[in-house]
Protein backbone atom coordinates (compact mmCIF):
# COMPACT_ATOMS: atom_id res chain seq x y z
CA UNK A 1 0.00 0.00 0.00
CA UNK A 2 2.84 2.45 0.89
CA UNK A 3 4.62 1.39 -2.58
CA UNK A 4 1.09 2.40 -4.24
CA UNK A 5 0.97 5.31 -2.53
CA UNK A 6 4.09 6.56 -3.26
CA UNK A 7 3.68 6.24 -7.23
CA UNK A 8 0.28 7.73 -6.80
CA UNK A 9 2.07 10.97 -5.24
CA UNK A 10 4.86 10.99 -7.97
CA UNK A 11 2.30 10.89 -11.27
CA UNK A 12 0.54 13.69 -9.61
CA UNK A 13 3.46 15.97 -8.87
CA UNK A 14 4.21 14.76 -12.56
CA UNK A 15 1.46 15.81 -14.49
CA UNK A 16 0.83 18.89 -12.40
CA UNK A 17 4.27 20.50 -13.20
CA UNK A 18 3.66 19.12 -16.78
CA UNK A 19 0.35 21.49 -16.76
CA UNK A 20 1.97 24.32 -15.67
CA UNK A 21 4.72 23.81 -18.34
CA UNK A 22 2.25 23.85 -20.74
CA UNK A 23 0.89 26.92 -20.00
CA UNK A 24 3.64 28.61 -19.71
CA UNK A 25 5.45 27.46 -22.91
CA UNK A 26 1.91 28.04 -24.84
CA UNK A 27 1.91 31.84 -23.96
CA UNK A 28 5.52 32.19 -25.69
CA UNK A 29 5.48 30.02 -28.52
CA UNK A 30 5.17 33.00 -31.26
CA UNK A 31 8.64 34.81 -30.22
CA UNK A 32 10.98 32.02 -31.16
CA UNK A 33 14.40 32.23 -32.49
CA UNK A 34 16.82 29.56 -31.90
CA UNK A 35 19.38 31.83 -33.84
CA UNK A 36 19.33 34.15 -31.45
CA UNK A 37 18.23 37.97 -31.98
CA UNK A 38 20.54 40.18 -34.10
CA UNK A 39 20.36 43.73 -32.15
CA UNK A 40 22.97 45.61 -34.28
CA UNK A 41 24.20 45.41 -37.94
CA UNK A 42 26.52 47.28 -39.87
CA UNK A 43 27.73 45.59 -42.90
CA UNK A 44 30.26 42.67 -41.25
CA UNK A 45 30.19 44.19 -37.16
CA UNK A 46 26.65 42.65 -36.01
CA UNK A 47 25.54 42.20 -31.98
CA UNK A 48 23.41 39.02 -31.30
CA UNK A 49 22.30 38.09 -28.15
CA UNK A 50 20.29 34.70 -27.08
CA UNK A 51 19.83 32.32 -24.62
CA UNK A 52 17.87 29.11 -23.47
CA UNK A 53 15.97 28.27 -20.62
CA UNK A 54 15.45 25.12 -19.15
CA UNK A 55 12.95 24.32 -16.51
CA UNK A 56 13.54 20.87 -14.74
CA UNK A 57 11.80 18.80 -12.22
CA UNK A 58 13.59 16.15 -11.50
CA UNK A 59 11.88 12.93 -8.86
CA UNK A 60 14.08 10.45 -7.38
CA UNK A 61 12.50 6.73 -6.04
CA UNK A 62 14.95 4.65 -4.66
CA UNK A 63 14.23 1.05 -3.81
CA UNK A 64 16.18 1.82 -0.26
CA UNK A 65 15.60 5.27 1.19
CA UNK A 66 13.39 7.85 0.71
CA UNK A 67 11.83 9.66 -2.54
CA UNK A 68 13.31 13.48 -3.26
CA UNK A 69 12.15 15.65 -5.58
CA UNK A 70 13.26 19.07 -6.98
CA UNK A 71 12.35 21.94 -8.97
CA UNK A 72 15.26 23.83 -10.65
CA UNK A 73 16.35 26.01 -13.58
CA UNK A 74 18.93 23.06 -14.81
CA UNK A 75 20.31 25.60 -17.50
CA UNK A 76 19.67 29.32 -17.65
CA UNK A 77 22.25 30.59 -20.53
CA UNK A 78 22.27 34.06 -22.19
CA UNK A 79 24.51 34.84 -24.35
CA UNK A 80 26.25 37.40 -26.55
CA UNK A 81 28.31 36.99 -29.98
CA UNK A 82 29.91 39.69 -32.47
CA UNK A 83 31.76 41.18 -34.84
CA UNK A 84 33.50 44.44 -35.97
CA UNK A 85 36.40 43.08 -37.96
CA UNK A 86 35.41 41.06 -41.22
CA UNK A 87 36.46 37.41 -40.79
CA UNK A 88 36.81 37.56 -36.64
CA UNK A 89 33.85 37.09 -34.35
CA UNK A 90 33.79 36.53 -30.35
CA UNK A 91 31.14 34.96 -27.88
CA UNK A 92 30.74 34.51 -24.22
CA UNK A 93 27.73 32.30 -22.69
CA UNK A 94 26.89 32.11 -19.02
CA UNK A 95 24.99 29.87 -17.04
CA UNK A 96 23.01 31.08 -13.82
CA UNK A 97 21.75 27.53 -13.43
CA UNK A 98 24.89 25.78 -12.53
CA UNK A 99 25.93 28.11 -9.77
CA UNK A 100 27.45 25.76 -7.10
CA UNK A 101 29.86 26.81 -3.66
CA UNK A 102 32.23 29.77 -4.97
CA UNK A 103 31.07 29.46 -8.45
CA UNK A 104 28.09 31.51 -8.44
CA UNK A 105 27.84 31.65 -12.61
CA UNK A 106 29.63 29.04 -14.62
CA UNK A 107 31.38 30.40 -17.69
CA UNK A 108 30.40 28.06 -20.84
CA UNK A 109 31.52 29.09 -24.53
CA UNK A 110 33.95 32.04 -24.28
CA UNK A 111 36.09 32.29 -27.55
CA UNK A 112 37.72 34.61 -30.38
CA UNK A 113 37.13 32.89 -34.03
CA UNK A 114 38.90 33.50 -37.18
CA UNK A 115 36.83 32.92 -40.13
CA UNK A 116 38.59 33.69 -43.14
CA UNK A 117 40.42 30.01 -43.71
CA UNK A 118 38.88 27.82 -46.59
CA UNK A 119 36.76 25.31 -45.02
CA UNK A 120 37.80 25.79 -41.71
CA UNK A 121 37.41 27.81 -38.60
CA UNK A 122 39.58 28.77 -35.75
CA UNK A 123 38.67 29.02 -31.88
CA UNK A 124 40.59 30.52 -29.19
CA UNK A 125 39.79 30.48 -25.58
CA UNK A 126 37.18 28.37 -24.13
CA UNK A 127 35.20 25.91 -26.06
CA UNK A 128 33.79 22.24 -26.48
CA UNK A 129 36.53 19.52 -27.50
CA UNK A 130 35.72 17.42 -30.25
CA UNK A 131 35.11 14.20 -28.23
CA UNK A 132 31.78 12.82 -28.02
CA UNK A 133 29.21 13.14 -30.31
CA UNK A 134 26.49 13.13 -27.05
CA UNK A 135 28.50 16.20 -26.17
CA UNK A 136 28.80 17.60 -28.83
CA UNK A 137 25.03 17.68 -29.27
CA UNK A 138 23.96 20.74 -27.55
CA UNK A 139 21.62 20.17 -24.48
CA UNK A 140 18.44 22.11 -25.89
CA UNK A 141 18.81 19.60 -29.21
CA UNK A 142 18.57 16.01 -27.32
CA UNK A 143 16.13 13.58 -27.16
CA UNK A 144 16.50 12.35 -23.43
CA UNK A 145 16.21 14.99 -20.77
CA UNK A 146 20.06 14.39 -19.30
CA UNK A 147 23.08 13.02 -21.21
CA UNK A 148 24.29 9.06 -21.33
CA UNK A 149 27.06 7.89 -19.95
CA UNK A 150 28.64 8.23 -23.09
CA UNK A 151 28.28 12.11 -23.03
CA UNK A 152 28.74 12.96 -19.18
CA UNK A 153 31.79 15.27 -18.81
CA UNK A 154 31.38 13.13 -14.91
CA UNK A 155 32.25 10.29 -16.78
CA UNK A 156 35.20 10.55 -18.79
CA UNK A 157 34.10 12.77 -21.69
CA UNK A 158 35.92 16.14 -21.63
CA UNK A 159 34.21 19.42 -20.92
CA UNK A 160 34.39 22.60 -22.41
CA UNK A 161 38.28 23.69 -22.59
CA UNK A 162 40.55 26.11 -22.77
CA UNK A 163 42.83 25.98 -25.69
CA UNK A 164 43.09 25.79 -29.99
CA UNK A 165 40.41 24.52 -31.62
CA UNK A 166 40.02 23.58 -34.99
CA UNK A 167 37.19 22.56 -37.20
CA UNK A 168 36.90 22.05 -40.46
CA UNK A 169 35.42 20.18 -43.34
CA UNK A 170 36.11 18.18 -46.83
CA UNK A 171 34.67 16.96 -49.67
CA UNK A 172 31.59 18.03 -51.48
CA UNK A 173 28.35 18.89 -49.36
CA UNK A 174 30.75 18.00 -45.77
CA UNK A 175 31.02 14.65 -46.58
CA UNK A 176 33.66 14.57 -44.26
CA UNK A 177 34.34 17.05 -40.65
CA UNK A 178 37.03 17.10 -38.16
CA UNK A 179 38.15 18.33 -35.27
CA UNK A 180 40.91 19.46 -33.21
CA UNK A 181 42.18 20.68 -30.44
CA UNK A 182 44.85 21.14 -28.09
CA UNK A 183 43.78 22.80 -24.22
CA UNK A 184 44.30 23.07 -20.81
CA UNK A 185 41.95 20.55 -19.36
CA UNK A 186 41.10 19.88 -15.15
CA UNK A 187 39.77 16.64 -13.10
CA UNK A 188 38.04 16.92 -10.20
CA UNK A 189 39.46 14.02 -7.88
CA UNK A 190 36.50 11.64 -7.29
CA UNK A 191 37.71 7.87 -6.72
CA UNK A 192 33.81 7.18 -7.76
CA UNK A 193 34.10 9.07 -11.10
CA UNK A 194 36.51 10.43 -13.81
CA UNK A 195 35.25 14.07 -13.42
CA UNK A 196 36.51 16.74 -16.51
CA UNK A 197 35.92 20.00 -15.92
CA UNK A 198 36.58 23.65 -17.38
CA UNK A 199 39.84 25.48 -15.99
CA UNK A 200 37.83 28.59 -15.90
CA UNK A 201 35.25 27.27 -13.62
CA UNK A 202 37.97 26.04 -11.06
CA UNK A 203 37.88 24.70 -7.54
CA UNK A 204 40.95 24.35 -5.14
CA UNK A 205 41.20 20.38 -5.74
CA UNK A 206 41.16 20.31 -9.16
CA UNK A 207 43.63 18.23 -10.90
CA UNK A 208 45.39 20.40 -13.57
CA UNK A 209 46.94 19.44 -16.71
CA UNK A 210 46.78 19.58 -20.62
CA UNK A 211 44.86 17.60 -23.21
CA UNK A 212 45.13 16.82 -26.99
CA UNK A 213 42.90 15.25 -29.12
CA UNK A 214 40.64 14.91 -32.25
CA UNK A 215 37.77 13.66 -34.24
CA UNK A 216 36.74 12.70 -37.46
CA UNK A 217 33.16 11.85 -38.64
CA UNK A 218 31.79 10.49 -42.06
CA UNK A 219 28.28 11.51 -43.24
CA UNK A 220 27.66 9.55 -46.64
CA UNK A 221 24.59 11.06 -47.56
CA UNK A 222 25.36 14.55 -46.64
CA UNK A 223 26.26 16.28 -43.11
CA UNK A 224 24.17 15.22 -40.66
CA UNK A 225 24.49 18.00 -37.70
CA UNK A 226 25.39 17.08 -34.34
CA UNK A 227 21.23 17.19 -32.99
CA UNK A 228 18.77 14.68 -32.45
CA UNK A 229 15.32 13.98 -34.16
CA UNK A 230 14.33 13.81 -37.44
CA UNK A 231 12.45 16.55 -38.25
CA UNK A 232 13.34 16.71 -42.41
CA UNK A 233 12.49 13.06 -42.89
CA UNK A 234 15.86 13.26 -45.31
CA UNK A 235 18.08 10.01 -45.41
CA UNK A 236 21.30 10.92 -43.25
CA UNK A 237 23.64 8.96 -41.65
CA UNK A 238 26.69 9.50 -39.55
CA UNK A 239 29.98 7.30 -38.24
CA UNK A 240 32.74 9.15 -36.30
CA UNK A 241 35.91 8.29 -34.09
CA UNK A 242 37.70 10.31 -31.83
CA UNK A 243 40.38 9.93 -29.25
CA UNK A 244 42.04 12.03 -26.79
CA UNK A 245 44.96 12.11 -23.99
CA UNK A 246 45.36 13.98 -20.94
CA UNK A 247 48.43 14.15 -18.45
CA UNK A 248 48.85 15.94 -15.00
CA UNK A 249 50.98 18.80 -14.82
CA UNK A 250 51.72 18.16 -11.28
CA UNK A 251 50.71 21.79 -10.35
CA UNK A 252 48.13 20.59 -7.97
CA UNK A 253 48.01 17.73 -6.38
CA UNK A 254 46.01 18.00 -3.27
CA UNK A 255 45.25 14.48 -2.20
CA UNK A 256 48.65 12.79 -2.73
CA UNK A 257 50.84 12.71 0.43
CA UNK A 258 55.12 12.81 0.35
CA UNK A 259 55.60 9.31 0.05
CA UNK A 260 53.38 9.10 -3.48
CA UNK A 261 50.09 7.85 -1.29
CA UNK A 262 46.71 8.98 -1.07
CA UNK A 263 43.73 7.90 1.63
CA UNK A 264 39.78 8.63 1.39
CA UNK A 265 37.67 8.83 -1.31
CA UNK A 266 39.39 11.27 -3.66
CA UNK A 267 42.87 10.25 -5.28
CA UNK A 268 44.82 12.75 -7.58
CA UNK A 269 44.82 11.43 -11.57
CA UNK A 270 47.87 11.47 -13.09
CA UNK A 271 46.65 10.58 -16.51
CA UNK A 272 43.94 9.61 -18.94
CA UNK A 273 43.32 8.25 -22.09
CA UNK A 274 40.26 7.48 -24.25
CA UNK A 275 38.20 6.33 -27.56
CA UNK A 276 35.31 6.79 -28.99
CA UNK A 277 33.34 5.29 -31.68
CA UNK A 278 29.77 6.42 -32.59
CA UNK A 279 27.23 7.08 -35.34
CA UNK A 280 23.40 7.93 -35.77
CA UNK A 281 20.66 7.47 -38.91
CA UNK A 282 17.97 9.95 -39.65
CA UNK A 283 14.94 8.92 -41.98
CA UNK A 284 11.36 8.05 -42.38
CA UNK A 285 10.89 9.91 -38.68
CA UNK A 286 13.19 7.46 -37.31
CA UNK A 287 15.90 9.12 -35.29
CA UNK A 288 19.12 6.77 -33.89
CA UNK A 289 22.34 7.57 -31.87
CA UNK A 290 24.95 5.08 -30.35
CA UNK A 291 28.15 5.40 -28.96
CA UNK A 292 31.00 3.67 -27.51
CA UNK A 293 33.48 5.00 -25.70
CA UNK A 294 37.10 3.54 -23.06
CA UNK A 295 38.69 5.86 -21.26
CA UNK A 296 41.81 4.55 -19.81
CA UNK A 297 42.39 6.88 -16.09
CA UNK A 298 45.26 6.26 -14.16
CA UNK A 299 45.91 7.78 -10.49
CA UNK A 300 48.84 8.69 -9.15
CA UNK A 301 48.80 5.85 -6.28
CA UNK A 302 48.82 2.54 -8.09
CA UNK A 303 47.70 1.18 -4.36
CA UNK A 304 44.17 2.57 -4.89
CA UNK A 305 41.65 -0.08 -4.93
CA UNK A 306 38.08 2.33 -4.61
CA UNK A 307 34.93 3.49 -6.41
CA UNK A 308 35.74 2.79 -10.20
CA UNK A 309 39.76 1.50 -9.50
CA UNK A 310 41.31 -1.47 -8.95
CA UNK A 311 45.09 -1.00 -7.90
CA UNK A 312 45.14 2.57 -9.40
CA UNK A 313 43.82 2.43 -12.64
CA UNK A 314 40.69 1.09 -14.45
CA UNK A 315 39.13 0.79 -18.03
CA UNK A 316 35.39 2.68 -18.07
CA UNK A 317 33.48 1.28 -20.67
CA UNK A 318 30.24 3.35 -21.63
CA UNK A 319 28.25 2.76 -24.53
CA UNK A 320 24.46 4.11 -24.81
CA UNK A 321 22.06 3.38 -27.39
CA UNK A 322 18.71 5.73 -28.01
CA UNK A 323 15.97 5.66 -30.84
CA UNK A 324 13.13 7.74 -31.71
CA UNK A 325 10.08 8.38 -33.78
CA UNK A 326 8.48 11.95 -34.84
CA UNK A 327 4.97 11.83 -35.31
CA UNK A 328 3.80 13.54 -38.92
CA UNK A 329 3.94 17.18 -38.21
CA UNK A 330 6.75 17.03 -36.14
CA UNK A 331 4.74 17.85 -32.95
CA UNK A 332 5.41 14.91 -30.79
CA UNK A 333 8.05 12.26 -30.72
CA UNK A 334 8.56 8.94 -28.64
CA UNK A 335 11.34 6.64 -28.04
CA UNK A 336 13.82 5.21 -25.81
CA UNK A 337 17.49 4.44 -24.89
CA UNK A 338 19.65 2.03 -22.99
CA UNK A 339 22.89 3.00 -21.17
CA UNK A 340 25.77 0.82 -19.85
CA UNK A 341 28.87 1.66 -17.81
CA UNK A 342 31.41 -0.83 -17.06
CA UNK A 343 35.05 -0.44 -14.73
CA UNK A 344 37.34 -2.82 -13.51
CA UNK A 345 36.47 -1.72 -9.68
CA UNK A 346 32.46 -2.53 -10.49
CA UNK A 347 30.68 -5.82 -9.10
CA UNK A 348 28.18 -5.43 -11.45
CA UNK A 349 27.50 -3.15 -14.58
CA UNK A 350 25.31 -0.22 -13.74
CA UNK A 351 22.44 -0.03 -16.93
CA UNK A 352 19.92 2.93 -17.05
CA UNK A 353 17.05 2.05 -19.63
CA UNK A 354 15.01 5.32 -20.46
CA UNK A 355 11.46 6.27 -21.97
CA UNK A 356 10.86 9.47 -23.29
CA UNK A 357 8.24 11.39 -24.65
CA UNK A 358 8.83 14.70 -26.31
CA UNK A 359 6.08 18.02 -27.34
CA UNK A 360 7.55 20.85 -29.72
CA UNK A 361 5.36 23.37 -29.46
CA UNK A 362 6.94 25.38 -32.48
CA UNK A 363 7.98 21.84 -34.35
CA UNK A 364 11.61 22.43 -33.51
CA UNK A 365 14.04 22.31 -30.33
CA UNK A 366 13.22 26.40 -29.96
CA UNK A 367 10.14 25.27 -27.61
CA UNK A 368 9.42 21.87 -25.91
CA UNK A 369 8.49 20.03 -23.37
CA UNK A 370 10.29 16.93 -22.08
CA UNK A 371 9.82 13.63 -20.11
CA UNK A 372 11.72 11.37 -19.57
CA UNK A 373 11.24 8.27 -17.06
CA UNK A 374 14.57 6.50 -16.10
CA UNK A 375 15.46 2.74 -14.68
CA UNK A 376 18.84 2.37 -13.02
CA UNK A 377 19.45 -0.49 -12.18
CA UNK A 378 23.38 -1.20 -10.04
CA UNK A 379 24.30 2.51 -9.44
CA UNK A 380 28.12 3.04 -8.82
CA UNK A 381 28.14 -0.83 -9.56
CA UNK A 382 26.76 -2.05 -6.29
CA UNK A 383 24.62 -4.81 -6.91
CA UNK A 384 20.55 -4.20 -6.21
CA UNK A 385 21.25 -0.53 -5.61
CA UNK A 386 18.40 0.51 -7.76
CA UNK A 387 16.36 3.67 -8.65
CA UNK A 388 13.40 5.14 -10.61
CA UNK A 389 13.73 8.75 -11.93
CA UNK A 390 11.61 11.40 -13.50
CA UNK A 391 12.89 13.80 -15.41
CA UNK A 392 10.49 17.06 -16.77
CA UNK A 393 11.52 19.64 -18.53
CA UNK A 394 10.54 22.81 -20.17
CA UNK A 395 12.53 24.64 -22.79
CA UNK A 396 12.71 28.41 -24.41
CA UNK A 397 15.60 29.14 -26.48
CA UNK A 398 15.65 32.24 -28.20
Known sequence: MKKMYGKTKMLTKTLTFCCASALLLAGTA????????????DGDKYV???????????????DIGSSSDDLFFRRLRPYIEGSIHKDWKGK????????????EVAVKDAYMQYLGFSNMKLAIGNANF????????????????????VGDHNYGTPDRNAGVHLTGHAMENKILTWGVSASAAEIDPDNKKLD????????????????????????????LKFEQGDFKRETKATLGIAA?????????????????????????????????ISGAFRGYGISVDAQYNIIKPELIDNTVSSGIYRNGETDLKNWAIEGGYMFSGNTFEIGAGYQSQDTDGYS????????????????NHDIKTQLTYRIGKNLDGVKDNDVAEIFLQAQYVF
Open 30 to 41: ATSDAAGITVYK
Open 48 to 62: KMGGRIQLQYHYVNP
Open 92 to 103: FQMDFGKAEGEN
Open 130 to 149: PFSRELLTSSKKQQLVERTF
Open 196 to 223: FDTPVNRNDDFNQGWMIGGRIDYHPFGL
Open 244 to 276: YTWSNDDDNNTYTDASGLCTGSKCDVDKATGFE
Open 348 to 363: DKWTRTSFFGNWFITK
